[in-house]
């Protein structure tokens, strides 16, 4: 081995650099080792094997974490232009040894986090602390040769070279490791104290390397470790670094990693900010900046832009244009990117969003193969994915399901059970098509990490139904709010999970017997009728959970007009009357299945609430006018009733904040209250006599709460009610408008005839809805 004679070869590289995994290829390949040694964790050593699969695709990462504690892990990501994979597939390709060198996971992951021992600062640093300022090697090189971007100026001096030939490749790890040993001998460990830990080890195992071939080695690691690894050391001084270090049991596996978390935003230590590009650059062996403005102008046309042939070569001539400018090699990724924008965008950033997330980051999940060791759960998951069809990408991507369609039916099944177990690998979204409980859409994301959530929930069961199940019932007893079991409860039914939900139920029922705030009451209780809607569609038996459902809403009736009259503060009384309007929809959703029976008393008992709560004087303003608003929505009070309750609101003895409340509460928000002004003047009337007759010290005060009131409104609306108040509205409690009164566009009373025309086009969409959605054309009719 001429090119190294004194010593093994010290190949220094960037993590996930393609220059660097060309420039290792074509050193291996003129130098010939007998065997590579690459930084990594050697538990993985027993794993490699698998790098040779034919169903292995990076990017994947090496992933250890400790036997006891799942969530104590740490990953080493390879991609395809990683220098270590590189090393490892040339090694595996010509039947050499290939082994990881770096300190065992055993150790660094045995380290307590805010301990004063910094976890590795390798390749396997995911979201590992920072407990200083360390030194970014690159950036003080890039710095030194006057660049103010280090990405660039790795571009320049390494990635825009060629592969080379012969000796130069080796060269030019000399020459990197010449720099790496003078920035160490100017800033120390840099911020990296226990980098000297994991180099002894490393020296260690280099030892143990020569006794078996010499110096016909190579070694591919960090450039920073390359100075520590020249260094004339003694074993004995790095056994001492070693001794007594802590120690944990761990496993290891290979599991599928993505661009998107190679990207140095995903928290990566040692990531780049543009995966893709690499990936790109390391693919392409000739004409690199044609090739990618070429992807740049297909991506855009499948977002239905303009893009021709014309305009790739157009923006290929401006980026070596502006790389001429600017004394560089080769366009880089920037001059890339700015043609784009000027030439195929014209001059728009937008699109430049999408090129960036889908292009320059990138959505490539690898792969794999089957017989990589997993934890059971992992392993029933993997077969419902493939029995579901619901394929684990790093693209997020919306899933619309009909549950009353088996496959569909158990798609949600196994999403919520997964979020149950802390899987995130799914999120609810609000439906397109439909409100109703047939439906549900999901926006899916497989990110990394879900593999140690995975591993973390195997602890609960070996399958995902008894795991979401045995967790279910440790949640339910370790319950400290009755909010929180009523959500459980909820996620149970959601989940399909009978058999947690008798220890479910039990513990509802213990809880709701012991509490006795109100608003904790009315937080549970939509939960439980959300849940019996769920429970309807699934074919749950809910028999149990509306029974508690209901005993919950008669305490409810009871103490909610004690507490609203209990001398409530502004922020108090808001709060308050959320929960009068959750309760009322609550109480109108157990108007279904088994609760049915108690729930015809039971609006019974509601709406004398409201009505207790609407003609009591110590109840705040807000929550008055919110009963009102309720009980004549339902049907429950008059016109004539409502405009009286309104004029003894807005009367002379009445506060103006607590005028302004009730105002607040009647009409606003989001409840269609500027609607019911537009079609009732008297209502609009006595709001108007009202408003004029503010003391102006008093006007300033309300001023807020009035403008939150009627700034919600849509502007329709808005602008509608402006033209009503300038034409002048019916007066304060006078008979309706007559026909010679009615302002322009508006008639006295209901014109029948009009109305009964859209009968037979409502009666048409009922008719579709049915075979869309039941439960639509019950609350229709």
Do not use: N
């Not at 996930?16 to 050593?45: F, M, N, Q, T, Y």
């Not at 840099?190 to 000297?196: E, Y």
């Not at 009367?651 to 989001?670: L, N, T």
């Amino acid at each position: 081995m001429s090119p190294h004679a004194v010593g093994p070869l010290l190949l220094g590289v960037r993590h996930h650099g393609p220059g660097s995994a060309r420039a290792v290829r074509a050193a291996l390949d003129a130098a010939a080792p007998r065997a590579v040694l690459i930084e990594g964790p050697p538990e993985g050593d027993a794993l490699l094997p698998l790098a040779a699969d034919p169903t292995m695709r990076p990017p994947v990462a090496l992933l250890a974490h400790a036997a006891d504690d799942p969530g104590r892990a740490a990953f080493w990501p390879l991609a395809d232009f990683s220098p270590e994979w590189v090393a490892i597939r040339w090694a595996q390709t010509r039947g050499i040894p290939v082994r990881f060198i770096d300190l065992p996971a055993a150790h660094s992951l045995a380290v307590v986090p805010g301990a004063d021992a910094e976890p590795e600062s390798g390749p396997g640093t995911e979201g590992a602390p920072v407990p200083g300022i360390r030194l970014d090697p690159l950036a003080a090189l890039a710095g030194a040769a006057g660049y103010e971007d280090p990405e660039q100026w790795w571009e320049d001096v390494v990635e825009h070279r060629g592969s080379g030939g012969g000796a130069e490749p080796l060269a030019a790890f000399e020459a990197l490791g010449e720099a790496m040993a003078a920035l160490r001998e100017e800033y120390g460990d840099g911020g990296h104290p226990r980098d000297a830990v994991r180099e002894a080890y490393m020296r260690q195992r280099m030892r143990a390397a020569r006794r078996e071939f010499g110096d016909d080695y190579a070694v591919v690691c960090g450039a920073w470790h390359v100075p520590a690894l020249r260094a004339k050391t003694t074993a004995a001084a790095d056994k001492a670094l070693l001794t007594g270090l802590p120690k944990v049991k761990v496993e290891t596996t290979w599991v599928p990693w993505t661009h998107r978390r190679l990207a140095r935003a995903g928290g990566y230590g040692a990531g780049i900010t543009s995966p893709g590009w690499y990936a790109h650059l390391f693919a392409a062996r000739d004409r690199p900046v044609e090739r990618w403005l070429t992807k740049v102008a297909g991506l855009l046309r499948e977002a239905d832009r303009q893009v021709s042939s014309a305009h790739v070569i157009e923006a290929v001539r401006l980026a070596e244009t502006l790389a001429a400018l600017r004394g560089r090699p080769l366009a880089g990724l920037g001059e890339t990117l700015e043609a784009a924008t000027a030439v195929m965008c014209e001059g728009s950033t937008v699109p430049l969003g999408l090129i960036e997330d889908r292009l320059v980051v990138g959505d490539v999940l690898g792969e794999v193969p089957d017989r990589a060791p997993v934890v059971p759960l992992q392993r029933d998951l993997t077969r419902l994915q493939r029995s579901l069809r619901l394929k684990a990408e790093a693209q997020q991507r919306d899933l619309e399901l009909d549950l009353r369609k088996d496959t569909d039916g158990a798609k949600s099944l196994l999403l919520h059970r997964l979020r149950l177990l802390g899987i995130g690998w799914g999120a609810p979204t609000a439906s397109r098509s439909s409100t109703g409980t047939f439906r549900e859409s999901w926006r899916l994301r497989w990110e990394p990490e879900l593999s140690v959530r995975v591993a973390e929930a195997g602890i609960w069961g070996t399958t995902v139904l008894a795991a979401a199940t045995a967790k279910a019932e440790a949640d339910a007893a370790a319950a400290a709010e009755l909010g929180e079991v009523t959500a459980l409860a909820e996620q149970c039914l959601l989940a399909g999970l009978g058999q947690a939900l008798p220890a479910v139920l039990r513990a509802l029922a213990d809880r709701a017997a012991l509490d006795t705030d109100v608003a904790r009451l009315a937080r549970a209780l939509p939960a439980l009728a959300r849940s019996l809607r769920y429970g309807d569609v699934r074919g749950t038996d809910t028999a149990a959970l509306g029974t508690v459902a209901a005993g919950l809403a008669e305490r409810i009736c009871v103490a909610l007009p004690p507490a609203c009259a209990a001398g409530l503060d502004a922020d108090a009384a808001v709060e308050l009357r959320g929960h009068v309007d959750a309760v009322h929809g609550a109480i109108g959703l157990l108007d279904r299945g088994d609760a049915a029976d108690a729930a015809d008393g039971l609006r019974g008992r509601w709406s004398g609430v409201l009505r207790t709560l609407a003609g009591r004087d110590t109840v705040p303003g807000p929550i008055r006018g919110r009963a009102v608003r309720l009980l004549l929505d339902d049907g429950a009070l008059t016109a004539e009733e409502t405009a009286r309750l309104m004029g003894l609101a807005l009367s002379p003895a009445a506060g103006p904040a607590d005028a302004a409340g009730w105002i607040e509460g009647f009409a606003g928000g989001a409840s269609g209250g500027g609607t019911l002004l537009v079609h009732d003047e008297r209502l609009l009337g006595l709001i108007d006599g009202w408003l004029t007759g503010v003391p102006e010290r008093a006007f300033v005060d309300v001023l807020p709460l009035l403008r939150r009131t009627f700034g919600a409104y849509e502007p329709g609306v808005k602008r509608t009610l402006g033209e009503l108040v300038r034409r002048g509205p019916a007066a304060p409690g006078g008979a309706a408008a007559t026909a010679g009164s009615a302002p322009e566009g508006f008639g006295p009373e209901l014109d029948a005839e009009r109305a009964d025309a859209v009968v037979a086009m409502v009666r048409m969409l009922l008719a579709g809805a049915r075979g869309e959605d039941d439960e639509l054309v019950g609350v229709a009719r």
